[in-house]
């Protein structure tokens, strides 16, 4: 299974959402309509900025 596949099977599991940064290689933007269908995931495209990283973990746990 991709990560995807396994991050909503967990969601389904424990029956809440999970906040998630999604990580990805893909530039193609393939990944990104199915990530905004998923609540509190964001995505980031390596390489990135660690500072992004940083943001991205305090915006999912204010619950922004």
């Not at 999604?22 to 964001?42: H, K, N, Q, R, Y």
């Amino acid at each position: 299974p991709d990560g995807l596949e396994v991050l909503r099977t967990l969601r389904a599991r424990l029956e809440r959402t999970v906040p998630a940064i999604v990580t990805t290689g893909d530039v193609s933007g393939t990944l990104e309509p199915l990530i905004a269908g998923l609540p509190a995931c964001t995505l980031l495209v390596k390489p990135f900025d660690p500072q992004a990283f940083v943001d991205r973990v305090e915006a999912l746990l204010a619950g922004t």
